[in-house]
């Protein structure tokens, strides 16, 4: 039997090793942390689902904005100055990607592939694993001021249109209607189709049960390198030895740039660092879960608590999460909800998380230049725990032999020579 070794059990790593298990593979998942660990992107994301999920960060006149947001501290957009001189390639790439209409609707319409069946290969995988309960239909209600800042983000909601997303809009009354709880600053709302996992790292762990308990070996350690006799993979190095395989999956989230670069690739992956906070107490009564577009933050219920996810952060891989960030999130939930301001003293759970991102908003999916045993699925940036399932399924594609070309050209690893 065919012997792939999957590195990291993040999202991307365990549907790709569940699907491979599904296709007659045996596996072997390697990673330090348990599958579900708080380190993972995936542990503590917005578990957003859904189709309309094709709009890149960067998009026409965004340049524009960000000096803005990098002098506002309680901007969205955070750089750790020293950084700068090493980011500065990285951010002119990402803005030049969505400079223009023309060079936004093909990344789109590659992002539109990997999403566009999301909640249904969600909820058929947490069916199959038993963890139904963490999947359910919710949509998601973008608010704004009014309707005239609504109609300013034309080109978004046109190709979110095209690419098959639906959702309904809401003027002053009916938003109302919809979500009593909405604060009297906004006006417009717009509530898109989808679904939510309620708890992105439970999910991941139910899945990397399941596997474990279907045969997948756990490796606990790092991987090193990789070893190859000619063009043929021989193993994988980690902390703790080699692992003689036939294949191997590069899945290891923001960390994979340097296993990437020993296989032939250099990629110019950033960790986009995104946090989120959980305020136990006294909470605004919400039907929905909002996302403020002025604020870029996303507010929700989860039981008594309210958790508010958002901010991105580039200061690098391994530094510790900034505080700062966490009351700036706390700060701009409060002034939309003043009952949250009164958390002053209240302990707050946080999380930084480290989304693995790619300048031209796109993920690298592909054979390794070194050796085609060797496949790439890594750089979701925003959209990973939506499009892991697809990716999953390419990649076992690509292992299989089965994959177009077609359908992975514009993932490819060789795209940013
Ligand atoms: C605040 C925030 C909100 C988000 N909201 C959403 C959302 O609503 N919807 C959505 O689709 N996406 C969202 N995302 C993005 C999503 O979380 C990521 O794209 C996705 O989780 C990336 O998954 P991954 O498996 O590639 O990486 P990770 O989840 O980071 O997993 C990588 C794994 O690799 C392991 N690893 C690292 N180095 C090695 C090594 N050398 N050897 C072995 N293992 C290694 C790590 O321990 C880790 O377990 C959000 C992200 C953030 C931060």
């Given at each position: 039997m065919t012997h792939v070794a999957v590195v990291g059990a993040g999202i991307v790593g365990v549907t790709t090793a569940y699907s491979l298990l599904r296709s007659g593979y045996a596996v072997t998942l390697v990673d330090p942390e348990e599958p579900g660990s708080a380190r993972a992107a995936s542990f503590g994301n917005g578990g957003w689902l859904s189709p309309s999920l094709v709009i890149p960060s960067a998009m026409p006149g965004l340049w524009k904005m960000i000096p803005g947001m990098l002098l506002d501290p309680r901007g969205p957009l955070t750089v750790d100055i020293r950084r700068l001189p090493r980011l500065m390639p990285w951010l002119t790439r990402f803005i030049w990607n969505g400079a223009t209409e023309e060079r936004v609707r093909p990344t789109s319409r590659a992002l539109s592939r990997l999403v566009g069946s999301c909640p249904d290969r969600h909820r058929q995988i947490a069916s199959e694993i038993g963890a139904s309960h963490l999947i359910e239909p919710s949509g998601l209600l973008f608010l704004y001021r009014s309707r005239q800042a609504y109609a300013r983000e034309a080109l978004p909601w046109a190709l979110r249109r095209?690419?098959?997303?639906?959702?309904?809009?809401?003027?002053?009354?009916?938003?109302?209607?919809?979500?009593?709880?909405?604060?009297?600053?906004?006006?417009?709302?717009?509530?898109?189709?989808?679904?939510?996992?309620?708890?992105?790292?439970?999910?991941?762990?139910?899945?990397?049960?399941?596997?474990?308990?279907?045969?997948?070996?756990?490796?606990?350690?790092?991987?090193?390198?990789?070893?190859?006799?000619?063009?043929?993979?021989?193993?994988?190095?980690?902390?703790?030895?080699?692992?003689a395989c036939d294949k191997a999956v590069v899945s290891a989230g923001a960390w994979s740039g340097t296993l990437a670069a020993a296989l032939g690739d250099r990629v110019p992956l950033e960790a986009e660092r995104g946090h989120h906070i959980v305020i136990p107490g006294?909470?605004?009564?919400?039907?929905?879960?909002?996302?403020?577009?002025?604020?870029?933050?996303?507010?929700?219920?989860?039981?008594?608590?309210?958790?508010?996810?958002?901010?991105?952060?580039?200061?690098?891989?391994?530094?510790?999460?900034?505080?700062?960030?966490?009351?700036?999130?706390?700060?701009?939930?409060?002034?939309?909800?003043?009952?949250?301001?009164?958390?002053?003293?209240?302990?707050?759970?946080?999380?930084?998380?480290?989304?693995?991102?790619?300048p031209d908003g796109l993920p690298v999916i592909g054979r390794s230049t070194r050796s085609p045993d060797v496949v790439h699925a890594f750089g979701h940036g925003h959209v990973g725990f939506a499009s892991a399932p697809e990716t999953a399924r390419l990649v076992t594609g690509i292992i299989t032999g089965t994959a177009r070309e077609s359908d992975i050209a514009a993932y490819s690893p060789r795209r940013f020579r």
């Open positions: 095209e690419l098959g997303a639906r959702w309904i809009e809401l003027d002053e009354g009916p938003l109302r209607e919809v979500e009593p709880g909405t604060p009297d600053i906004y006006g417009f709302g717009a509530l898109v189709e989808g679904g939510h996992c309620v708890d992105p790292g439970k999910f991941v762990a139910a899945l990397g049960r399941f596997l474990v308990a279907n045969g997948v070996v756990h490796r606990r350690g790092r991987a090193l390198g990789f070893s190859f006799d000619g063009d043929r993979l021989t193993g994988i190095e980690t902390e703790g030895g080699n692992i006294p909470a605004p009564a919400l039907r929905n879960r909002l996302l403020l577009t002025d604020r870029k933050i996303t507010v929700r219920r989860v039981g008594d608590a309210t958790k508010i996810t958002g901010q991105v952060d580039f200061s690098g891989l391994e530094k510790p999460a900034n505080p700062l960030r966490f009351q700036v999130l706390r700060d701009l939930a409060a002034d939309a909800f003043p009952i949250l301001g009164s958390a002053g003293s209240r302990e707050m759970a946080t999380w930084m998380g480290r989304r693995p991102s790619l």
